[in-house]
């Protein structure tokens, strides 16, 4: 990744091209949904957002549980549904996160955690003793889907973004358009505002060396989507998923305050899968270390690629996260090292770890 975390999902083409929609269908009104215009790319990537537009079909780098999750999302939805996603697939899409990241606080009972309250909270308590960093100063909060039923949220998320340069310049009255049409639409659907789909996420993210004052001023956070951890529990990984996200979206935290994302490889991809199977390797060490989880090694592999951190075969995309294999490797690799603890409750300064990992990354990526 650049400086924000982010996961790939990929979805059946063979079900999209069923329903005729590979691509997103053209709002009829403000197309909230362009290409983000900032140079420096999107501050939080989405990852159902990249799955539906894309339609990846199968191949080694993209079968996991995930598309079957995933597709079943989509098969459960009514053909209403499906032509009001693809209309406002952005904004849908967009809008929880964005809100989250601009306007949500620790302590707001709009952002307050709802799944898996005291398991995420427990764990961040035992990653902020666990690696001597700096952490003091990250909020750990969740995004929720009926953000979609508000339309002076959804306005106020768009407008945030347009001046942030996340999406194309949009016109007030656009903007307040397609906020009551989207939040219409949801207020009639029951539950649909609700489905994980919409916040199948989690992320970390620093404003710090942000040029933007508004970006920059936001405080640190932690971020999780009732998405994703809904889809956790789907595939009976509830017990390990959700502190296996904390452990790799706390890692990045770790590499914001070592200057990890100021080094390395001038290629984008190459940077991405850098820091991301860094973050999977500091997963894996803390949940496997005896001062950490003290878990199974399998169980905390599995939950890292199996689901959340997807490696993939877009080798010169700069969201690139590394294969599967590389991605196992670096799990391998941190499991290993606390392993190898002398004694069993020593834990590596961050930095050492770092380090070490930095000599081994080749191995990691070329394996044996």
């Known amino acids: 990744m650049n400086r924000f975390t982010r996961s790939f999902l990929a979805i059946s083409a063979g079900f999209l091209l069923a329903l005729g929609a590979l691509s997103p269908v053209a709002t009829a009104t403000a197309t909230p949904g362009q290409t983000a215009v900032s140079a420096r790319g999107p501050l939080v990537e989405i990852p159902a957002k990249a799955a539906v537009q894309r339609a990846v079909p199968p191949s080694e780098c993209s079968g996991t549980l995930l598309d079957d999750y995933v597709d079943g999302l989509l098969g459960d939805m009514t053909n209403a549904q499906l032509a009001f996603l693809f209309a406002h697939l952005d904004t849908l899409l967009n809008v929880p996160t964005y809100d989250a990241l601009f306007f949500g606080t620790t302590g707001d009972p709009d952002y307050a955690l709802e799944s898996h309250t005291h398991q995420l909270q427990n764990t961040f308590r035992d990653l902020r003793r666990f ?3 700096e952490s003091d100063d990250i909020q750990l909060m969740a995004m929720h889907g009926d953000v979609l039923l508000d339309a002076d949220r959804i306005a106020a998320t768009l407008t945030a973004m347009v001046a942030a340069g996340e999406i194309a310049p949009m016109t007030p009255a656009a903007i307040a358009l397609e906020a009551q049409t989207v939040a219409t639409f949801m207020q009639s659907q029951g539950g649909f505002y609700d489905n994980p789909l919409w916040t199948l996420n989690a992320f970390a993210f620093t404003g710090e060396g942000e040029s933007d004052p508004v970006i920059s001023a936001l405080p640190d956070k ?14 009976g990984l509830g017990d390990v998923g959700p502190r296996v996200i904390m452990a790799h979206e706390f890692a990045h935290h770790v590499q914001y305050e070592l200057g990890v994302f100021d080094t390395g490889p001038s290629d984008p991809a190459a940077a991405t899968r850098r820091t991301e199977l860094m973050a ?4 894996s060490y803390y949940g496997t270390h005896k001062q950490g989880l003290a878990m199974n090694k399998k169980r905390v592999t599995d939950a890292l690629l199996s689901f959340y951190t997807v490696g993939d075969c877009q080798f010169a995309s700069p969201g690139h996260h590394g294969t599967p294999l590389q991605r196992e490797r670096a799990a391998a690799w941190g499991a290993d090292l606390a392993a190898t603890a002398q004694p069993q409750s020593y834990v590596l300064p961050a930095e050492t770890f770092v380090a070490l990992f930095e000599a081994a990354l080749l191995g990691i990526i070329s394996g044996p």
């Open 280 to 283: 999977d390797a500091m997963a």
């Open 222 to 235: 932690l971020v999780f989507g009732d998405g994703i951890l809904a889809a956790y529990d789907a595939i």
């Open 131 to 133: 690696w001597d960093i």
